[in-house]
């Protein structure tokens, strides 16, 4: 076999983990789409554990995108301060409520979510898987970010070039899911350090194991 997978079918061999963690919760606790727009800002280099506790009393607070809007920064402040780089985020948070308005005017389109301040590319991929609404691309985020390039679909890379070339390798009916299921590997399986190679269902096609066992 080629070590560098010129040749792997990376859409068969992968769909075994969409299989694995297809309607596994996502890591943040939201209860509806408003909850994860704000928690996905939130996340932004914090983690999701973090986030899951502070919003608990956040929600309680502002349990829509019109109370949020009606908040003042002082308020989001006091719910938000063990958030890392909180201002930013409350500021984003804020521009989105004023430009929101209302839960059901949340978009549902990469173009509109990017369009908001705070929401990226990966934002808008998690926003879009959890709504159910069509993939319009892959979601990296920094698991993915480790797995693909060590799997041997991507180069090495930031964000953007990775799901660029995930798009180019997979079809569209895998977008939605992948993503996903490749950050649920690298939580799980493919650790940064000591990654499990015994335990990987994808191991017989991964150009890192196949060159760390030669
Ligand atoms: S075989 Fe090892 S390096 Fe490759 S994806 Fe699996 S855990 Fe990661």
């Not at 979601?139 to 990775?162: E, F, N, Q």
């Amino acid at each position: 076999m080629d070590l560098f997978n010129e040749e792997t079918d990376w859409a068969k061999e992968l769909r075994p983990l969409i299989t694995k963690y297809k309607g596994k919760d996502h890591p943040l606790n939201y209860k509806n789409i408003y909850q994860l727009m704000v928690m996905v800002v939130l996340a932004a280099q914090d983690s999701d554990a973090n986030i899951n506790k502070v919003t608990v009393e956040f929600f309680r607070k502002f349990p829509d995108m019109k109370a949020l809007s009606k908040a003042n920064t002082a308020e989001l402040h006091e719910y938000l301060d063990k958030v890392r780089f909180n201002g930013n985020k409350i500021a984003w948070l804020q521009e989105i409520a004023e430009t929101v308005k209302e839960d059901k005017n949340i978009p549902r389109t990469m173009k509109e979510l990017v369009a908001l301040k705070g929401v990226g590319r990966k934002s808008a991929n998690v926003i879009l898987r959890e709504s159910g609404a069509e993939a319009e691309g892959i979601l990296v985020d920094l698991h993915v970010l480790r797995v693909a390039p060590r799997l041997g679909i991507t180069t090495d890379g930031d964000a953007t070039k990775i799901e660029k070339q995930l798009m180019q390798k997979l079809p569209k009916d895998m977008w939605g899911e992948i993503g996903m299921a490749l950050s649920f590997l690298g939580r799980e399986t493919c650790r940064p350090t000591n990654p499990k190679h015994s335990e990987c269902i994808v191991s017989h096609v991964c150009e890192y194991c196949l060159k760390h066992k030669a």
